[in-house]
């Protein structure tokens, strides 16, 4: 595979970015949900406001992963007070690692993760961690074999569903 770069998302990127979000989101968990959950979360969850403040928050960084041009999966991580849970400030969250489905198996999300923790050593963090859904397989093995081990659980909301996910973390040892 060619290389894959990595570029920080930038207001300017908005639209990219939600056209990302919503395919790869939809590709991930439109299987496993209601028509009328997904539809609801693709509409508020990568809404224009949203992103726009998510972007613009001191503590996250957006970065795509884009091979030829062509934007091809995402990564989102979180520091200090944006974390979605732990708020540790010693510690860094990845909250989204999404690839392209025709791209799975094809190092991408590799490309991201390592972006992520090349940031956690760059600000020092202790440890990273994230939430991965308890049915998302593929995610945990990929976690797992990237050293992250799992702590505990938590509820994630989509529309009227409540689903679990396994939370992991990996102490980064600088």
């Given amino acids: 595979m060619e290389n894959i770069?990595?570029?920080?998302i930038t207001l300017e990127d908005l639209e990219k970015l939600q056209a990302i979000?919503?395919?790869t989101f939809?590709?991930?968990?439109?299987?496993?949900?209601?028509?009328?959950?997904?539809?609801?979360?693709?509409e508020e969850g990568f809404s224009k406001e949203k992103l726009t403040a998510e972007l613009t928050n001191k503590d996250s960084e957006f970065y795509f992963?884009?091979?030829?041009?062509?934007?091809?999966?995402?990564?989102?991580v979180n520091f200090g007070e944006s974390q979605t849970e732990l708020k540790d400030s010693?510690?860094?969250?990845i909250e989204r690692?999404?690839?392209?489905?025709?791209?799975h198996g094809k190092r991408v999300g590799q490309v991201l993760y390592d972006k992520a923790t090349e940031i956690a050593k760059q600000k020092s963090s202790e440890y990273v961690w994230l939430g991965v859904w308890e049915k998302n397989s593929r995610a945990i093995s990929f976690y797992k074999?990237?050293?992250?081990?799992?702590?505990?659980?938590?509820?994630?909301?989509?529309?009227?569903?409540?689903?679990?996910?396994?939370?992991?973390?990996?102490?980064?040892?600088?």
């Fill in 26 to 42: 939809e590709e991930t968990f439109s299987e496993s949900n209601s028509e009328e959950n997904m539809k609801n979360y693709l």
């Fill in 97 to 103: 690692i999404y690839v392209l489905k025709e791209f």
């Fill in 90 to 93: 010693s510690a860094l969250e």
């Fill in 145 to 174: 074999k990237n050293g992250f081990a799992e702590f505990g659980h938590h509820i994630f909301r989509l529309g009227d569903d409540e689903q679990t996910d396994i939370m992991m973390k990996k102490t980064m040892g600088n």
């Fill in 65 to 76: 992963a884009i091979l030829k041009d062509e934007v091809i999966g995402y990564l989102k």
């Fill in 5 to 8: 770069i990595t570029r920080r």
């Fill in 21 to 23: 979000g919503r395919k």
